[in-house]
């Protein structure tokens, strides 16, 4: 078979509970962008290996770097999976709960059962805020911003309504 040919292949995906899938909000030059990180086993019969080249949540698109990997077969140990997605589908501190697609290299998806997701506080300190007396620029929207506008959940300084 070429290989621009499609081949139909079965994985499975079991999404582990631990370490716990984690959101957090991040940004791709000045697009804020909703990063995701699950620990899944992976598992499959075929005879090749399968290439997982892209992932996302069921009802967004893809964005940013997604560093491709192998499933070898039925026996590979789990995957750490980090990916990034628009829009942004989470308000707040909230729990984000959907399905997560992985694209293998024939162009199949393999759809886990419903994720989800929790998140961590950034502290402020952590993204250059170290006092109210303190300036710092939005990293989207470059306009001076304050503790009180700060995006709780942002791996860079951004206000909450830069966050879309």
Known sequence: MAPSQSKKVSLSVIVLTAPEP????GAMGKTPMLNLTIHANLAHKSEESVK???????????VGVFFPFFV??????????????RP??????????RRVVLVDQFGG??????VTFSTVVVEPSRRGMVDE?????????DQPISMMELHETAA?????????
């Open 156 to 164: 860079m300084p951004a206000h909450k309504r830069c966050i879309k």
């Open 88 to 97: 942004i589908i989470v308000k707040d501190l909230d729990r984000l709960t």
């Open 22 to 25: 984690k959101w957090h909000i």
């Open 52 to 62: 997982i080249v892209q992932a996302y949540l069921k009802g967004t698109k893809p």
């Open 109 to 114: 998806e393999h759809i886990t059962k419903p």
């Open 72 to 85: 070898a077969g039925p026996y590979d140990p789990p995957s750490v999976i980090h990916f990034s997605v």
């Open 133 to 141: 007396s303190c300036t710092i620029k939005c990293h989207v929207c």
